[in-house]
């Protein structure tokens, strides 16, 4: 059976495909990722090279017929240009990019929740203020997090005592923040630094255009999340979601 499917996507990866294809895949709000293979791709009369490439934001008229996919139409929304013209950006994005590629999308909320997310951190990036990708980086999977059901309860206190001093430890079974005198009532209590402790605090109620007032972090402090995250990802869908840090 053959259906149409009118989406917006956003191109996360491309890869070559034959002699003159691209193995294109993007992130929907309805069907999660995708790829669909473009042929002729490299053809001077293609006209979406330049809008099928990573990262821009796109419009799809889709043919489906047995799980698979057929570009039918497309037009540009947004290519982020701003962001083109600066490497640390770009190389932020892309890295992003290759984690969505490996995640196991198959709930429809979620996937729309991604996929705005993922909007959010483009137009977000895309503006002319500062910059830190530890910040961005951290704060797209600590929002992703929320996205695949499983977000953290970060507050500034102790969930167990309400204690806001020396909150050096966080609960991976409930992503609540315990002090240290009561690390002990979990099994599942992991010691983080003052500095990550505090930054997921700050993070907590902040939009993503904003991200850039908050301190930038340093690369360790960035690793540190990472392999927590990790952590409580495995623990609640049984999934490492970054696989290089």
């Given at each position: 059976?053959?259906?149409?499917?009118?989406?917006?996507?956003?191109?996360?990866k491309?890869?070559?495909?034959?002699?003159?294809?691209?193995?294109?895949?993007?992130?929907?709000?309805?069907?999660?990722?995708?790829?669909?293979?473009?042929?002729?791709?490299?053809?001077?009369?293609?006209?979406?090279?330049?809008?099928?490439?990573?990262?821009?934001?796109?419009?799809?008229?889709?043919?489906?017929?047995k799980?698979k996919?057929?570009?039918?139409?497309?037009?540009?929304?947004?290519n982020?240009?701003?962001?083109?013209?600066?490497?640390?950006?770009?190389?932020t994005?892309?890295?992003i990019f290759?984690?969505?590629?490996k995640?196991?999308?198959?709930?429809?909320?979620?996937?729309?929740?991604?996929?705005?997310?993922v909007?959010?951190?483009?137009?977000?990036?895309?503006?002319k203020?500062e910059?830190s990708s530890?910040?961005?980086?951290?704060?797209?999977?600590?929002?992703?997090?929320?996205?695949?059901?499983?977000?953290?309860?970060?507050?500034?206190?102790?969930?167990?005592?309400n204690?806001?001093?020396?909150?050096?430890?966080?609960?991976?079974?409930?992503?609540?923040?315990?002090?240290?005198?009561?690390?002990?009532?979990?099994?599942?209590?992991?010691?983080?630094?003052?500095?990550?402790?505090k930054?997921?605090?700050?993070?907590?109620?902040v939009?993503?255009d904003?991200i850039?007032k908050?301190?930038?972090?340093?690369?360790?402090i960035?690793?540190?999340?990472?392999?927590?995250f990790?952590?409580?990802?495995?623990?609640?869908?049984?999934?490492?979601i970054?696989s290089?840090i």
């Amino acid at each position: 059976m053959i259906k149409e499917i009118n989406t917006d996507g956003i191109v996360v990866k491309s890869n070559k495909h034959g002699e003159n294809g691209r193995l294109l895949y993007f992130i929907t709000p309805d069907h999660g990722i995708i790829s669909i293979v473009k042929h002729g791709f490299n053809s001077k009369k293609n006209i979406g090279r330049s809008i099928l490439q990573p990262m821009n934001y796109v419009k799809l008229e889709i043919i489906e017929e047995k799980s698979k996919y057929k570009i039918n139409d497309f037009e540009l929304l947004d290519n982020f240009e701003y962001i083109r013209s600066n490497y640390e950006r770009i190389e932020t994005i892309l890295n992003i990019f290759a984690v969505l590629n490996k995640l196991p999308l198959n709930d429809l909320d979620g996937n729309r929740m991604i996929f705005f997310l993922v909007k959010k951190l483009l137009e977000a990036s895309d503006k002319k203020s500062e910059f830190s990708s530890n910040n961005t980086e951290i704060y797209f999977y600590y929002q992703l997090a929320w996205c695949l059901g499983i977000n953290f309860n970060i507050s500034d206190h102790c969930s167990i005592c309400n204690s806001k001093d020396k909150l050096e430890y966080i609960d991976i079974s409930n992503g609540n923040l315990l002090c240290k005198g009561c690390k002990s009532t979990s099994e599942y209590s992991l010691p983080i630094s003052e500095n990550l402790s505090k930054f997921l605090i700050n993070i907590s109620n902040v939009k993503f255009d904003k991200i850039y007032k908050e301190k930038s972090q340093k690369d360790h402090i960035r690793k540190e999340f990472i392999n927590m995250f990790n952590l409580y990802t495995n623990f609640h869908i049984n999934h490492k979601i970054v696989s290089g840090i």
